[in-house]
């Protein structure tokens, strides 16, 4: 028997953990499903021109091995930069910065896009809606052939700084 190793989150604490269980999956979905979630739920390192959310931090956080990881490893980078807007308004496409809504979907197509790049699927889709006056979720879902999709939601995936 296969183990599966899953995300379990713990509201009431704000974190995340492993858990290793026996696998159910036939189709390797499981497997899909845990990658995109660290694709979403890991910070990738920012780029060189993007504005960091503490203007008294130069980290710009990141895996180390993202390094050349193409040439290395055939690999890509990990995680996204959702991280960038931790302390963003929720802003219209008129505002000076552009719409956050837009750029939290830049920021998860450019996590997912790997996954059609090494096709892994067959293409994704991307949706970030505004939930109430502080809250942003996400429905991702990945197409695979003949293979049935997998669709994912992240709710609170921002949320607004609270006093």
Known sequence: MSDDLRIITAPEAITMD?????????????????????????????????????????????????????????????????????????????????SLIARIETYIREAIQPFKDKRICTRFSVLATRVGLDRIDADVTLFRGSEPEISLRFQDLWTGIRA
């Open 18 to 98: 492993w858990l290793l269980g026996p696998a159910t999956e036939t189709d390797g979905s499981g497997e899909l499903v845990a990658s995109v979630v660290i694709a979403l739920c890991t910070d990738r390192r920012a780029k060189a021109d993007d504005v960091l959310p503490n203007p008294d931090s130069d980290d710009r956080r990141g895996w180390w091995a993202d390094t050349d990881a193409d040439t290395i490893w055939d690999g890509w980078p990990i995680g996204t930069r959702l991280w960038l807007a931790e302390r963003a308004k929720i802003t219209g496409a008129g505002a000076r910065e552009g």
